[in-house]
T-cell receptor
Framework: AQKITQTQPGMFVQEKEAVTLDCTYD???????LFWYKQPSSGEMIFLIYQGSYDEQNATEGRYSLNFQKARKSANLVISASQLGDSAMYFC??????????FGKGTRLSVIA | EPEVTQTPSHQVTQMGQEVILRCVPISNHLYFYWYRQILGQKVEFLVS????????KSEIFDDQFSVERPDGSNFTLKIRSTKLEDSAMYFCASSEARSSETQYFGPGTRLLVL
């Protein structure tokens, strides 16, 4: 069974608008971490934001925020005020218990001027 | 800001040849990882390394692969006899601790096996 599901293969957003990238996860562990990474066309993996399973507040890092809904097992990434430079692949990932980091298939975001 | 570095950025090799991919993790990090990403696919875990030994490995990490920390800074991935299907982007990552800690990725080495 897939541990991380990203249902949107591609998304478009107008510059300066907000966009939500979906991620659902599957784990039976109580302690786990959720991560989002950005992969621009140049190929590197850039860490964006982290949410721990015990964190009561949603994580925020600048224009990125994580909409963490534990009961629904979702960890959606919200990018506010989109910029052209936000165009990239976005990967959701999870680490639980003793397992290594597991990635979703990614969402390709295209920001339109 | 400290970062993970990887060399080379690109490598082209003939099938059957050995390749060594090099990584310098962030200096105070204790856990090191290799991942690969076949073109257009998701990132897959290969191996994790702690205290000079492998702590976890995936089924992809077969006898053709090995890792080493030859000195206090470098962390290498060796593929003994490359196959066409080894063509991928290989990422090194490091983290301060293990459970739920953020892993910081290097820029990757794009390996092409001909």
């Amino acid at each position: 069974a897939q541990k991380i599901t990203q249902t949107q293969p591609g998304m478009f957003v107008q510059e300066k608008e907000a966009v939500t990238l979906d991620c659902t996860y599957d784990t039976s562990d109580q302690s786990y971490g959720l991560f989002w990474y950005k992969q621009p066309s140049s190929g590197e993996m850039i860490f964006l934001i982290y949410q721990g399973s015990y964190d009561e507040q949603n994580a925020t890092e600048g224009r990125y925020s994580l909409n963490f809904q534990k009961a629904r097992k979702s960890a959606n990434l919200v990018i506010s005020a989109s910029q052209l430079g936000d165009s990239a692949m976005y990967f959701c990932a999870m680490r639980d218990g003793n397992t290594p980091l597991v990635f979703g298939k990614g969402t390709r975001l295209s920001v339109i001027a | 800001e400290p970062e993970v570095t990887q060399t080379p950025s690109h490598q082209v090799t003939q099938m059957g040849q050995e390749v060594i991919l090099r990584c310098v993790p962030i200096s105070n990090h204790l856990y090191f990882y290799w991942y690969r990403q076949i073109l257009g696919q998701k990132v897959e875990f290969l191996v994790s390394f702690y205290n000079n030994e492998i702590s976890e490995k995936s089924e992809i990490f077969d006898d053709q692969f090995s890792v080493e920390r030859p000195d206090g800074s470098n962390f290498t991935l060796k593929i003994r006899s490359t196959k066409l299907e080894d063509s991928a982007m290989y990422f090194c990552a490091s983290s301060e601790a293990r459970s739920s800690e953020t892993q910081y990725f290097g820029p990757g080495t794009r390996l092409l096996v001909l």
